[in-house]
């Protein structure tokens, strides 16, 4: 689905639908970590760089979701937070993504964690190797931009050829 900057706590808060759900968080050279589609199910990634996808069970088999709607980034009791959406497979009438909702809060580089969620505790991914911070600029981006195709200074965007835009 994309990839993200920056350490980060992922909450599952919402999950519809007959199929089983799950969000699979990759960070180089570490195995792939599951967090199960159940509300509530909190993970933290603590690497630099990971990527996030969706997917859902079907006849014994995980396939990704077919449509991911990434949020904006918004600002929430001092926490950068984004809500994320997605859709196992499209259905005649229905126009929500809603399989499986993911709000995804920023982890402060200075080590200050978003407020506490009253939810299970959180699993955690670290990077095997964390290369040491080069500078104290703004904070990292995901690669999805603004809603309208419009860009954010310093927000990289993924083209369909999956190369780097922005």
Known sequence: MAWYQGPSRITVTAV?????????????GAAPVEI???VGAVHLV???SWQLDLE???QGEWCPNIRAVQGRWQEIRGVLTQAVHSRNRD???????R????RIERVMPD???PPAVTAPAARRTTAAYRAPAVSTGPAPRTSAGPAGG???PGARTTTSGGSWSG
């Open 56 to 58: 859902h069970r079907h």
């Open 99 to 102: 399989n499986l909702a993911l």
């Open 91 to 97: 259905q005649a009438g229905d126009r929500q993504d």
């Open 46 to 48: 603590e690497a630099e």
């Open 36 to 38: 199960h589609g159940e």
């Open 16 to 28: 519809e639908g007959r199929f089983p759900q799950r969000a699979v968080v990759t960070v180089r």
């Open 150 to 152: 419009a860009s954010a």
């Open 111 to 113: 080590g200050d964690d």
